[in-house]
């Protein structure tokens, strides 16, 4: 077996109050580490902003500045010019936010940071849903998935953010996932290179939300990857799409038996949501395909 | 805790926290028996041996193989390896080819020219084995291990009892089989040939020149087919055909050979027949699919051309045009409960006839218990023992002379138990053998997540006709290189391989990397158990948590 490759430096620390199995602090873990010291953060109202904790103590080692939920994107955009006035140009600039933040509250600062293909390293966590407020719905939350604010099923498809951004034209994309440390190492590790907007968007299987056992958020993920509902791959300046493989994933019936969101579906239900997992593959592989 | 701060920010990271008192249950580094060790006859700790050959260690692997099994290479051969059977990767791919491993290993230790180590103190007491066999040898290899001085009394001429007069040499070399038995010898053991243990009288004698006594005669006496003329000249018995000579063997057999069974004797039989340029037929009262003998065996006999009639019985034998007419007839066959029960019962109006001129019955041997008769009680077909204790104090026995399980390494598992207890019996601060405590690593311990699926190396065999000209050996061995990739597709179930999965999954840095070990920070780990589920090998388990 492949042994997981990045050095943790001890970049982030114990004690946070993530809960107990949560595939985000693990994937902060791998970033913040990643990033290393010479780095910035902004963190926006998320379960990162928990994690990273509040006045006076702090799970990471570089310093954060908690910003507002609509304006991630532009407190970053702002820290980078400033570092850069200062003759500090190769600080990197982090900004760490959930989906509701990305996909819906902060999307128009994202979208005018990625206009001006401002220099920063954007994550965002994706637990597809506002998960530490309750579990309310996001533009982010699948088809047919139970959210506190939707208890029949969400009846809308999940955003497809990569296309947004790629209509940006930004110079990074990539999707990660916490059942694949190395890969999300990696990415983050490219991203550090490349001048510009980079949005790296990491699938995290909540436990609460999704109804997840507590040891199960990076089967959960795997799952999602093997089964082509939240595919690896990259996209550069907008238009090259590189897929981390192009074998046909596996049914998605193994991934929605892990989670309670999706307990209630009947076989047509269940039929459609993979339906919907295989044209996305379809149009994925035609990206990656066309150039 | 670390007090660094960050000047502008904040005054303390959030380790003053101690997240650990959200816990309920605590990760537990515990190695635990892989399912091959449970079901190995020697208990070997195969997980830990095939590791170091992946490693690149032949003589630390050599050196675990024969903790319990001072044959590798004979058993590497020979074995039926139900190790391979209870493998775990079976449901990932196909199971480990352990006993090829195994055979790798066996070889280059006496390539090599390895020794056993002397023991580390010499005991006074002695030990007298009747019997070198594998049970035999088995014990008394375990037993000079301890330091006990070790007298064996072999009745035929040569060391290895079934290994040396049943099996034949296409299946184990005999430089092979001369080596192991060899290495054995070495290690300062007392060896006289040729003696015969003859009577209870012979035996009281040795156990009143002896400490204590075991008894690992096997099984040399043939079992008797009811209406079959043992004396008749075109009627051989296999033990004696497969102990014989070439030469011998050739002047006894004709053109055509029956031979009745469907054990791992009678493929011997029939093999070594069509060796000598015999036409062969393989006579069983088992069906198609149940014959006891190793489907590799039945496989190579059918490869070599040996003709098979199964579920059929012999009734009459009568001179027919150009040798025997061979009345049979077909049966119902219903196993027993207990190895070696059977009930096979004729159907009438299904006889036919089979046309050969030498029958060479291989239906199983029995003990010989006579010689004992007012010494040692029989138990059935075997003497009776209670953990290798016969009814005689000081006397103790194994292998086929008190066990119907018929396989070399069962006797070499016996051996191996019986020796501890009468080391333990001997010497009290010596710990008895005690039954597997911990239970078997179960498949889903293990995440398949983390080994590809790859197909396992097979030994090549030697081609047909180049097995048909000799006695060579039929297997060939695993290359190094080949021997490494299949040591590799090993899942370790129950062994620590520090791949660091716990560590790096762990979202609160709770683990700590030693020198080939792990720490739990119990002061933060929350008890999730991811670490316990991204863990490759079930090395890990989560346990209630009794921290203060």
Redesign the interface.
């Known amino acids: 077996m492949q042994k997981i490759d990045y050095c943790d430096d001890g970049q982030f620390c114990s004690g946070h109050v993530a809960c107990a199995g949560c595939a985000e602090a693990l994937s902060m873990r791998v970033i913040l580490n990643t990033v290393g010291e010479n780095a910035v953060g902004v963190v926006s109202p998320s379960c990162v902003a928990i994690i990273v904790g509040g006045h006076p103590t702090s799970s990471a080692r570089i310093p954060f500045q908690h910003g507002t939920l609509e304006s991630a994107a532009a407190s970053a955009s702002g820290m980078k010019r400033a570092l850069r006035a200062q003759g500090r140009d190769d600080t990197t600039v982090l900004c760490l936010a959930g989906d509701g933040g990305t996909y819906d509250i902060g999307l128009q600062a994202l979208s005018s940071a990625a206009e001006r293909n401002e220099d920063i390293l954007y994550i965002c966590f994706d637990n597809e849903g506002y998960q530490n407020t309750g579990g309310q719905r996001s533009s982010s939350t699948p088809m047919s998935a139970v959210t506190g604010s939707t208890p029949a099923g969400n009846t809308t498809q999940k955003k497809n953010l990569i296309e947004i951004m790629a209509a940006h034209r930004v110079p990074y994309i990539a999707t990660a996932s916490p059942s694949d440390l190395s890969d999300l190492a990696a990415k983050v590790t490219k991203a550090k290179t490349i001048r510009g907007t980079k949005v790296i968007i990491v699938i995290i299987p909540c436990l609460p939300g999704w109804g997840v056992a507590d040891d199960a958020a990076v089967k959960t993920a795997r799952l999602a990857v093997e089964s082509g509902v939240f595919p690896l791959f990259e996209v550069e300046n907008g238009v090259t799409y590189r897929l981390r493989t192009t074998e046909k994933p596996a049914p998605i019936a193994a991934y929605l038996d892990q989670q309670k969101r999706y307990r209630h579906l009947s076989d047509e239900d269940r039929q459609a949501l993979q339906d919907d997992v295989d044209r996305n593959w379809q149009r994925l592989l035609w990206l990656a395909a066309g150039e | 805790m ?1 007090d660094q701060t ?1 000047p ?12 650990g008192t ?2 309920s249950a605590l990760p537990a580094y515990q190695n635990q028996p892989s399912p091959c060790l449970g079901a190995c006859p020697v208990n070997g700790r195969i997980a830990t041996w095939v590791k170091q050959v992946k490693d690149g260690d032949l003589p630390g692997a050599f050196a675990t193989l024969t903790e319990n099994n001072p044959f590798p290479a004979i058993a590497g051969r020979i074995c039926h390896h139900p190790c391979e059977t209870a493998c775990n990767r079976a449901a990932h791919d196909e199971t480990v080819g352990i006993c090829s491993l195994e055979r790798f290993v066996g070889d280059m230790a006496i390539s090599e020219g390895l020794r056993f180590t002397a023991p580390v103190e010499e005991r006074p007491q002695s030990v007298a084995i009747v019997g070198g066999g594998p049970a035999g040898l088995s014990a008394a290899y375990q037993l000079r291990r301890l330091g006990f001085q070790v007298s064996l009394f072999e009745a035929s001429n040569g060391l290895g009892g079934l290994m040396r007069h049943g099996i034949p040499a296409y299946r184990l070399d005999r430089a092979v089989l001369d080596a192991e038995v060899n290495r054995i010898a070495d290690m300062g053991i007392d060896i006289h040939l040729n003696a015969q243990v003859a009577d209870k009288t012979a035996l009281q004698s040795l156990r009143g020149q002896h400490d204590a006594v075991f008894l690992a005669t096997g099984a040399s006496q043939p079992k008797r087919l009811p209406g079959l003329d043992y004396d008749a000249p075109h009627v051989i018995d296999s033990a004696g055909f497969l102990a014989a000579s070439e030469t011998e063997q050739k002047a006894r057999s004709g053109g055509h050979v029956l031979v009745i069974g469907g054990g791992s004797a009678a493929m011997d039989v029939a093999r070594t027949a069509r060796r000598l340029g015999r036409e062969v037929t393989v006579l069983s009262l088992e069906p198609e699919g149940r014959l006891p003998a190793q489907r590799v065996e039945l496989e190579e006999a059918a490869e070599e051309g040996v003709g098979f009639v199964t579920g059929a019985m012999l009734h009459s034998v009568s001179a027919g045009a150009g040798g025997l007419d061979i009345g049979c007839i077909k049966v119902n066959f219903e196993p027993g409960e207990a190895p070696g029960q059977f009930r096979a019962s004729p159907i009438d109006g299904t006889g036919f006839t089979l046309a050969a001129d030498t029958i060479v019955p291989a239906i199983g041997q029995d003990a010989d218990l006579a010689r004992w008769q007012g010494l040692l009680e029989p138990e059935g077909p075997v003497i009776g023992t209670r953990q290798w204790q016969t009814s005689a104090p000081g006397v103790f026995a194994g292998g086929d002379v008190a066990s119907m399980e018929r396989f070399v390494t069962q006797a070499v598992g016996m051996g191996k138990e019986a020796a501890k207890t009468i080391a333990a019996s001997l010497d009290p601060s010596l710990a008895p053998p005690s039954p597997l405590a911990d239970p078997l690593v179960v498949g889903d311990r293990i995440n398949t ?3 590809d699926p790859r197909p396992r190396t097979h030994q090549g065999n030697a081609g047909v006709t180049d097995r048909l000209a000799s006695f060579d050996e039929v297997q060939q061995p695993l290359t190094p290189q080949a021997a490494q990739v299949e040591a590799s597709r090993c899942f370790s179930c129950g062994t620590c391989i520090f ?3 716990c560590y ?7 683990i700590t990397r030693l020198d080939l070990a792990y720490e739990v ?1 119990t ?2 780990c ?5 670490c ?3 863990c ?1 090998t079930g090395a890990i388990h989560m346990r209630e948590d009794v921290t203060p």
């Open positions: 670390n960050s502008l920010w904040t005054h303390l990271t959030s380790e003053a926290r101690l997240t959200w816990r997540a983390y080994q791949c660091d999965n790096f999954y762990c979202p609160d840095m709770a920070k002061d933060y929350k008890g999730c158990g991811l316990v589920a991204e490759p």
